[in-house]
């Protein structure tokens, strides 16, 4: 009996505790069901989208010199950080070989035009005198019509412009950059291969090329490792294997991939399917201008408008022509100093006694005496080293005694009246960014004065680090007020611009198969999907471009009522993500539960700084 009741009070005990469990865990459930919903509205304001970098400042029209000629430095006329003018002796170099070949050259045209003399009047000096200044009268007219004939700037190569670095109306000097060509009509693919692996590629098969954001190529086999030299003993040194590539619509020099060699590609099967990585090769060629001028006319493409970027031109093509009144004059004055001394020879010479043949080959010796005697001049004016452009000296670190050589660099004139900072740019962003588009650039040695500029010039040719290819964007500044070249600056170029635009935040947006929703409410107050259309899209802002208004509210998120997470974090508070059209840090967040205020982007017109506390 005794057990009886123990037993029957156990089950009371069981039967109260599991109600009591039951009641509480439905209470639970009941209040967990018992969601807060949290609105917004829709706001109108800007979304800026940015790529960013950073580069030391520099000078725009910066004028490196190199040496002509070898020699050794015997004056220095000026120092780093004078201000010189366009042909100023800055550096002088003594070479005793060079000035010995003038005077030999001197020599040379004084016993040439002897020789000629005595067949025309061995009694004659006038003769020999005035055959010289006509030989000097025909070699000045060459120089003159060069000069002229370089007024018109024509393509050294086939290729697509990349930059025109020069406007109709600008002054352009001698040696400046007016156009960059690259030739992408058949881009060289190069990848390096073991000994083993290059001598079993057969030049001429055809392999396949993956370039990494273009797609699969097709491409010819060209050079392989069949010409290595066996036996080196170096199992580790690669091959390289260039591979050309059909026509590539988008392909940059720089740009990685991966080639795959099938059998048909192969001399003999490998035991291993036959992989590598490499990259495209293509040369730059810079155009630039052999003469001082005005750029009057830019040449046209097929459509007739003016050559620009993406254009493409044959060799010899003419890209631009510059107009000098200075140049014109002279070589007209030219022409009539030779006609001159030629009318003046005449006179002189009486050609019934000497044989024609004779006197034809003295004067071809005279003539060819005078080019060679104006070669060594010019080799010995070259050593005199001259400022280029107006503008300042810097980077001389040569000294008196010094020994140059030929191509050196010597110093640096550059215009610090307009200034530029170049940045760099990875293969995934850098189809984003256009010559012209604006640019907002800070700098650690000028806090506080912000800076605009915009994009003047994409370098084609991209930097392989890191298995990615990276691009030099250059950007120039609209006002050069308080920089010093060499000043760090920090550049985001804005390559999409949507100014007084509807948008929401990020997190309200909703896409599912291609289409964007976001949650507003019913009628009855429960919510519900909305199809809308959007534009564009940062980290933290949507463009909405159809299917809401300004004001109308929507369901940013459903959080549960029993969650100890404050609503302000999810608007104000937090650490918002830096970079594309966001602040660099959010407001403070909230408590428990309650509404916050939304964060207010960067260069956005609508919403408020957020930082609201919960209930």
Known sequence: MRNKVIAAILIVVVLAGGGWWYTKNKSSKAAA???????????????????????PVASVNGVTVKSNQTGTVSQLLAQDGDKV??????????????????????LDLENSQANLDKLLHPLDTGVRSQQLKVATARLTLQQRQQDVDNLSIKSPVNGIITAVNATVGSNVTNNSLVFTLYNDSAPTFVVGLSQEAAAAVRVGGRVKVNLTGLGTFVGTVVTSGGAATPGSGNRDATVPVSIALAPAYGARPGMVGTVTFDRDSLFQELPYVL???????????????????????LGKDNNGNDLRDGAYVNTGFIMAWLTSDTLQNQLEQAKNDLSVQQDALTNLLDPSKNPDDSLRTSKQKVDQAAITLASRQSDVSDLQVKAPVDGQVSALTSRIGDRVSTNQSLFRVADYGAMQVTISVDELDIAKVKIGQKAEIT?????????????????????????????????????TQGLMAGMNAAVNVVVTDRPGVLWVPAQAVTIRQGKASVKVKDAAGQPVVKEVQVGVRTSNQVEITGGLTEGEKIILTIVKANTSTGLGGIFGGGQRPAGVGGAPTGGQGGGDGGNGGFQRPTTGGGGNQGSGRGN
């Open 33 to 55: 069901k018992a969601d807060t919903i949290v609105e917004t509205q829709v706001r109108k304001g800007d979304i800026h989208v940015t790529i960013s970098g950073t580069g």
């Open 85 to 106: 003018k366009t042909g100023q002796v800055i550096m002088v170099l003594d070479n005793t070989n060079l000035v010995a070949s003038l005077n030999q050259a001197k």
């Open 275 to 297: 992989t590598a990585n490499g990259s495209i090769k293509n040369e730059v060629t810079e155009v630039r201008a052999q003469v001082a001028g005005t750029l009057s006319q």
């Open 443 to 479: 700098l650690d040695a000028l806090a506080g004065r912000p800076y605009t500029g915009k994009v003047i010039k994409i370098n084609p040719e991209g930097v392989f680090k890191n298995d990615i290819a990276n691009f030099d964007v250059t950007v120039q500044f609209d006002s």
